[in-house]
Structure formats: structure tokens, C-alpha cells
């Protein structure tokens, strides 16, 4: 089994290695949030894109499945309306421990691959904002490391943009107090391991 807390190198290569063209209506796309524009726009100018122009318009999705693994944006619907396939944990680099966030919005936008547009799958996502001294309670499960459990703020940090190609796992999360959630990721949905 994987190490839940930074997960298998080789587990996201899928995505990296698609090879279909994206078939896609343009007249369904929707002008994104100004918000998650500018959080589009860092993300990649931090990839190192040698000044792409962003667009401003993207295929929106309210839930979108990877490799088996149903997300959701918060508040996507009835089924949603408990967070339930948007609290998410995700890697944000290589080798690094996995974070817990919730997912704003999932969007797709063509993104071009020598002559093949490809589809280019984006999470605008806010990270659930660690515990500190401040917060004036102690978090009971930083001693049992293996369980894999913390206590999280339920303040949410700034919004960034992640891809499919980073690691996501479900999480489940339980109200512990007022403003704090114990968070957990989870390695199995429906038999499937996490993507």
C-alpha cells in the first residue's frame, strides 16, 4: 500500500501521456471568476510558460471524474452540499506530504501538444490553513503519525490551481470544535485506489 502521506511517484503518469485530441465545443465555455483568472495566470507563469496568454473562458465542470475518482465543486448539489467529493488531499510537489483543501471550481481549457489540442484539466482549490500555537488547541493525533488523521483550521488559505497530474485522494473530515476539523485522507473510494 502507499505511503497516504506523500503517495507512489508513478501514480499519476496517465495524464502526463495522453494521446487523443480534445473534442470540444468553444460555445460552451464560460468566462471564469476574475479571481481563479489571476490564480490561472501565476499558476502558470510558474510552470515556466514562456509568456502563454491565458485564456479567459473555460470548459466548467460541476463534478469531473479521474481515473475513477469522483470530485466535485463545493456546493455542486444536493449530494454535494456536505462537501462530500470536494474536500480533497492533493500533493503539491513531488515527494511532499499531501495537503487538505476544498475544491472551488473544475474547469478544462485546450491545451496545445505539438499540432494536437489536449484536454487541460484544472482545479481552482483553497487549502484548509494548519494549526498554530494561536489557535490555542493541541492536536491529539500529531503522536500517532501512521494514522494519518490531523486537526486543520477551518480557515481557508488563498486561491491556487492544481492539475489532475498531482496527486488527489478523497479526504473525510468531522468537525472537532468551533473552526477546526480533523481531516483524513482516504486511500479507497469504491475499490479504487487513490489517484
Same mark, same amino acid.
Given at each position: 500500500m502507499n =505511503? +497516504? #502521506? @506523500? +503517495? =507512489? %511517484?508513478? +501514480?499519476n503518469n496517465h495524464l502526463a501521456n495522453q494521446e487523443d485530441a480534445w473534442d470540444y465545443d468553444r460555445n460552451k465555455f464560460e468566462r471564469l471568476e476574475p479571481v481563479i483568472h489571476e490564480a490561472l495566470v501565476k499558476f502558470f507563469n510558474s510552470q515556466n510558460t514562456n509568456g502563454r496568454i491565458v485564456d479567459t473562458h $473555460? &470548459?466548467?465542470? /460541476?463534478?469531473?471524474?479521474? #481515473?475513477? +475518482? /469522483?470530485? $466535485?465543486?463545493?456546493n455542486a448539489g444536493a449530494k454535494n452540499t456536505m462537501g462530500r467529493h470536494s474536500t480533497?488531499?492533493?500533493?503539491?510537489?513531488?515527494? @511532499?506530504?499531501l495537503a487538505p483543501a476544498v475544491i472551488r471550481k473544475i474547469f478544462s481549457m485546450p491545451q496545445k501538444h505539438g499540432k494536437i489540442e489536449r484536454q487541460a484539466v484544472f482545479l481552482a482549490i483553497h487549502r484548509y490553513r494548519p494549526l498554530s500555537p494561536s489557535d490555542g488547541v493541541e492536536d491529539p493525533f500529531v503522536q500517532y503519525a501512521g494514522f494519518?488523521?490531523?486537526?486543520? %483550521?477551518? =480557515? &481557508?488559505g488563498p486561491l491556487e490551481i492544481i492539475t489532475p497530474v498531482q496527486k488527489i485522494c478523497h479526504a473525510v473530515s468531522r468537525r472537532w470544535q468551533e473552526g477546526i476539523s480533523v481531516l483524513h485522507a482516504i486511500d479507497q473510494v469504491g475499490y479504487k485506489i487513490c489517484v
Amino acid at each position: 500500500m502507499n =505511503d +497516504l #502521506r @506523500t +503517495l =507512489d %511517484s508513478n +501514480l499519476n503518469n496517465h495524464l502526463a501521456n495522453q494521446e487523443d485530441a480534445w473534442d470540444y465545443d468553444r460555445n460552451k465555455f464560460e468566462r471564469l471568476e476574475p479571481v481563479i483568472h489571476e490564480a490561472l495566470v501565476k499558476f502558470f507563469n510558474s510552470q515556466n510558460t514562456n509568456g502563454r496568454i491565458v485564456d479567459t473562458h $473555460a &470548459l466548467l465542470h /460541476k463534478e469531473y471524474e479521474i #481515473r475513477g +475518482l /469522483k470530485i $466535485a465543486e463545493m456546493n455542486a448539489g444536493a449530494k454535494n452540499t456536505m462537501g462530500r467529493h470536494s474536500t480533497i488531499f492533493f500533493q503539491p510537489n513531488a515527494n @511532499t506530504e499531501l495537503a487538505p483543501a476544498v475544491i472551488r471550481k473544475i474547469f478544462s481549457m485546450p491545451q496545445k501538444h505539438g499540432k494536437i489540442e489536449r484536454q487541460a484539466v484544472f482545479l481552482a482549490i483553497h487549502r484548509y490553513r494548519p494549526l498554530s500555537p494561536s489557535d490555542g488547541v493541541e492536536d491529539p493525533f500529531v503522536q500517532y503519525a501512521g494514522f494519518g488523521a490531523r486537526l486543520w %483550521s477551518e =480557515d &481557508l488559505g488563498p486561491l491556487e490551481i492544481i492539475t489532475p497530474v498531482q496527486k488527489i485522494c478523497h479526504a473525510v473530515s468531522r468537525r472537532w470544535q468551533e473552526g477546526i476539523s480533523v481531516l483524513h485522507a482516504i486511500d479507497q473510494v469504491g475499490y479504487k485506489i487513490c489517484v
